[in-house]
């Protein structure tokens, strides 16, 4: 099994920034894929970005431009740094690992974010 474990979420103002990171533990195969997701009230979860093992990325259209989604293989960690964050990007922000070889995901509890205006 996998643990996950999210931090950095908070309360900021529009045009502020905020980095989420999340430290995986457990059995970890070397080949992964580690992502966000978010889920906004009343909405359905939604992909923000991913990273591979080999550090291969992709965003959704939303946040191209002003997410980062990085890993640090020797730490097992993903972060996710926000900048000029927008109200719309109010939500909950999970943590996702998807192991290539097993197929299975895990998720974090996830983290709180909240973008005044």
């Known amino acids: 099994q996998v643990q996950l474990v999210e931090s950095g979420g908070g309360l900021v103002q529009a045009g502020g920034s905020l980095r989420l990171s999340c430290a995986a533990s457990g059995r970890i195969f070397s080949r992964n894929v580690m992502a966000w997701y978010r889920q906004a009230p009343g909405k359905q979860r939604e992909l923000v970005a991913q990273?591979?093992?080999?550090?291969?990325?992709s965003y959704t259209d939303s946040v191209k431009g002003r997410f980062a989604i990085s890993r640090d293989n020797a730490k097992n960690t993903v972060y996710l740094q926000m900048n000029s964050l927008k109200p719309e990007d109010t939500g909950v922000y999970y943590c996702?690992?998807?192991?290539?070889?097993?197929?299975?995901?895990?998720w974090g509890q996830g983290t709180q974010v909240t973008i005044s205006s």
């Open positions: 990273i591979t093992s080999g550090s291969s990325t």
């Open positions: 996702n690992i998807w192991d290539v070889v097993s197929g299975t995901h895990s």
